[in-house]
């Protein structure tokens, strides 16, 4: 009657998913984020250089994170 068709799509996504990664893909995954990281690092070192205890401190309790799930599987 109006001339207007209204249709209802849902997409459910799933964010997190299980996968496994092979010796070689973590590899490769490693590499870009270090070269990643120098590249930031080399780029916008005057920013970085300010706020270098919070990036410290990030980086510890994220590694102690993946160290305790890792350890406890």
């Not at 997190?16 to 270090?34: N, R």
Request: net charge positive.
């Amino acid at each position: 009657m109006y001339g207007w068709i209204c249709l209802e799509v849902r997409v459910t996504m799933k964010i997190f998913k299980s996968y496994t990664l092979t010796w070689w893909q973590i590899g490769l995954f490693k590499l870009a984020l270090l070269a990643a990281g120098a590249a930031i690092g080399a780029i916008w070192h005057v920013f970085f250089g300010a706020n270098l205890m919070a990036l410290v401190v990030i980086a510890v309790a994220a590694s102690a994170y993946v160290a305790y799930v890792t350890l406890r599987q």
